[in-house]
């Protein structure tokens, strides 16, 4: 099967036929009136930003990190030290029921450092994290003989309250006077800036040898458009698009356009991470399959999908 379609690119769709259709289904479904207005609605930063949140921590890297240091051990490695932060940040709730806990508002409360509330989360750590990371939240004079045990529960406990403190991720002052209950933490600062590029990284024709892809798309030319990964939605992400200067072939996000000039062909990858479904709008595989299993059941209606 083959087609041209409307700049007269012949379009090659024997190999990728189920990737095509399902670039035009989801090209449909996302130019279905009642679908626009949700995601109209998920791209409106009003919506969004509907639930109150707290910004992430503004701390300095260097407090930050001499914070790292003074407290875990030497070996403690980046992967565990964000562990340890987001563990912190993605745990607010827990943290006003510590905090309350350790500032007695009334006389039969007992004034306490540290709480079963954040002894819990301590231990949530404990038996999840393998044996040669736990260690390392130690300084070498603190490690117990048993990591597991309820001394190094209450050390890391406290090390926990201090890291909280760090971050500013405590309802109460000094004084022990309520501030204000912590909001969940925004992830909105720390969210990575993407650029999509096409998968390959040197040409795939035999004859050029593996030459490296120059980057086709001029700097004041780059695209920006809205990105749907999983359930994020990503705004002003470049696209960039490779060619290899011997053959000619263009290398896209989502497809490869080779051959002579007078009989370009155009294929769509099977093994593409993102795909364009619309003049400015790409998705992932996770958001696609959603679709496409969303429709499924509903028996396989746009419309009911659409409406749902
Ligand atoms: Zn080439």
Request: aromatic fraction near 10%; hydrophobic fraction near 40%; charge should be positive.
């Amino acid at each position: 099967m083959s087609a041209y379609n409307q700049d007269n690119t012949f379009v090659s769709n024997i190999v990728s036929l189920p990737l095509l259709g399902l670039l035009m289904l989801l090209q449909i479904i996302v130019q279905l009136p009642s679908l626009s207005v949700l995601l109209f609605l998920l791209f409106c930063p009003g919506v969004q930003a509907a639930a109150p949140e707290l910004s992430f921590s503004d701390v300095s890297f260097d407090i930050f990190n001499i914070f790292i240091q003074s407290t875990f051990s030497s070996k403690i490695s980046l992967s565990t030290v964000l562990m340890l932060l987001f563990t912190i940040t993605g745990n607010t709730d827990l943290l006003n029921l510590h905090a309350r806990q350790q500032n007695s508002q009334f006389s039969y409360e007992q004034k306490r450092d540290s709480s079963p509330w954040m002894n819990s989360l301590a231990r949530a750590i404990q038996r999840q994290t393998n044996k040669r990371k736990l260690k390392t939240l130690f300084k070498k004079k603190e490690i117990s003989e048993d990591l597991m045990g309820e001394e190094s529960k209450e050390m890391l406990s406290i090390k926990l309250n201090s890291f909280a403190n760090l971050l500013g991720l405590n309802s109460f002052g000094p004084n022990g006077e309520l501030i204000q209950k912590l909001a969940p933490v925004s992830n909105h600062d720390i969210q990575p800036i993407l650029v999509l590029c096409p998968t390959s990284y040197e040409c795939m024709d035999i004859e050029c040898q593996s030459r490296s892809l120059l980057l086709w798309t001029r700097q004041q030319q780059i695209p920006e458009v809205t990105l749907i990964k999983g359930i994020k939605i990503f705004k002003r992400v470049s696209v960039l698009t490779g060619h290899c200067p011997k053959c000619k072939a263009v290398y896209a996000v989502d497809h490869e356009t080779y051959g002579p000039p007078n009989a370009r062909k155009k294929t769509y990858l099977n093994d593409a991470q993102y795909f364009k479904v619309g003049q400015s709008t790409y998705v992932d595989c996770v958001f696609s399959n959603a679709v496409l299993n969303g429709i499924y059941n509903f028996h396989a209606s746009t419309a009911a999908y659409a409406e749902f």
